[in-house]
């Protein structure tokens, strides 16, 4: 599965979403329901969970109504696989908060399925920044979070049910995950947020995009809703600074002592001469070609560095992966038994020889039964996009019925 920033807020084109929207006000895109169907679905969610050990009360929380569960009403003392204690999520205790309308919030999602994997890879690969992703998932009539604004770009993908989103005037001027502006109480957010906005009531398959620094808050208006937020963050200037600090160990103007300083005008005007140097080489550094294409560098190598791993292929033991599809993560998975089995021509009709005898294939199904044994395992989305002309469904059924395949 594979998409594009065009993708993501088409019909919208990505000229006009920079010209008018990047960095400078909220954009709501509205969309249908398949257009994020394969980005997550309960299913996965599901699955996701039942893997215990990549959760704890740090990549899994609760919320009830503003306020934040603690782990412990939530979670069991557990070994983690570290063998270092850890409190990990407990089924019946999550279930019992989420019978209350607790909301339930997993961080750190962005490559845990190949389509949240895919809006992660969009966002990145259009140079926005590094792209962390949350799921949220909520109850109707039970808000989880209070005003508040983001320290990254918010890019919200309503998967399921509706929210309501309020959207407010106000906008904090670039804020950076600082305790500066993370330990600002809520009194002031309830003041600095301003005017009501505008209030949008997303729906599945809309999209939403909140500059940095954006005050907004959200309520489930369905029975049951799930979102994913990506937080973009995008380089910063201070990002420039640590550059700097690095060039700065190989310049001897940098490494030597600041003058003396006994109260006198003659130090006084020294240490005011010399941070005047500092600044000067500052800028001449600022325009040395090298830290500049340090800095281009930098920029361009802003993301996470995710997925691509096909061990088999390494080895040269198999050919490629086939590329995962949408629905792909919510598929069987049909298991190869007979790698390198291929279908043979007898006249015009084609044969493959199974373990309960010869199976009769049209030309379509040959071409697309070789593509199916050459691999180690495929799924029918995957299938279906390889070979259109051939009936995928029926085909993997026939070929599991002739022992060739196992659904796992």
């Not at 980005?39 to 893997?51: A, F, K, Y």
């Amino acid at each position: 599965m594979q998409m594009t920033l065009a993708d993501l807020l088409s019909p919208m084109t990505t000229e006009r979403f920079f010209a008018e929207y990047y960095d400078r006000q909220p954009l709501l895109v509205r969309g249908g329901a398949e257009k994020f169907a394969q980005v997550i679905s309960w299913r996965q969610i599901n699955r996701l969970l039942d893997m215990t050990h990549i959760w704890s009360s740090a990549s899994f929380r609760m919320v009830m109504d503003n306020a934040t569960v603690p782990p412990e009403k939530f979670c069991l003392r557990a070994q983690g696989r570290d063998g270092q204690p850890v409190l990990q999520p407990n089924a019946r205790l999550v279930q019992e908060w989420i019978k209350r309308g607790a909301s339930a919030v997993m961080n750190d999602v962005d490559s845990l399925t190949p389509g949240l994997a895919a809006v992660s890879a969009a966002l990145e690969g259009a140079g926005l920044g590094k792209a962390q992703a949350n799921i949220y998932i909520s109850w109707q009539d039970h808000p989880a979070f209070a005003t508040h604004y983001d320290t990254h770009d918010v890019w919200a993908v309503q998967v399921e049910g509706e929210k309501s989103w309020n959207i407010w005037e106000g906008r904090a001027e670039w804020p950076i995950p600082h305790p500066v502006f993370r330990g600002q109480p809520q009194a002031h957010h309830d003041q600095a947020r301003g005017k009501l906005r505008e209030r949008i009531l997303m729906k599945t398959g809309d999209l939403l995009y909140l500059p940095r620094g954006w005050y907004h808050d959200a309520l489930a208006e369905a029975s049951a809703s799930v979102h994913v937020t990506y937080g973009v963050h995008a380089p910063l200037g201070m990002d420039v600074m640590n550059i700097l600090l690095e060039r700065a160990l190989h310049d001897t103007l940098f490494r030597q002592p600041l003058p003396r300083q006994d109260g006198s005008a003659p130090a006084q005007f020294a240490l005011s001469t010399r941070i005047g140097q500092l600044g000067q080489r500052l800028a001449e550094l600022c325009r040395d070609p090298k830290v500049m294409e340090v800095i281009r560098g930098f920029i361009a190598d802003y993301h996470y560095d995710r997925g691509g791993f096909d061990l088999l292929a390494a080895r040269g033991i198999a050919p490629a992966a086939a590329p995962v599809t949408a629905n792909g993560g919510d598929a069987v998975v049909f298991r190869v038994l007979a790698q390198g089995a291929k279908p043979v021509r007898r006249g015009a009709e084609w044969a493959l020889k199974t373990p309960q005898g010869a199976l009769a294939l049209d030309a379509a199904e040959a071409e697309a039964a070789g593509w199916i044994l050459a691999r180690n395992d495929v799924t029918e989305p995957e299938l279906a996009a390889a070979h259109p002309a051939a009936p995928a469904g029926a085909l993997l059924r026939k070929l599991a019925d002739g022992g060739l395949l196992l659904p796992t």
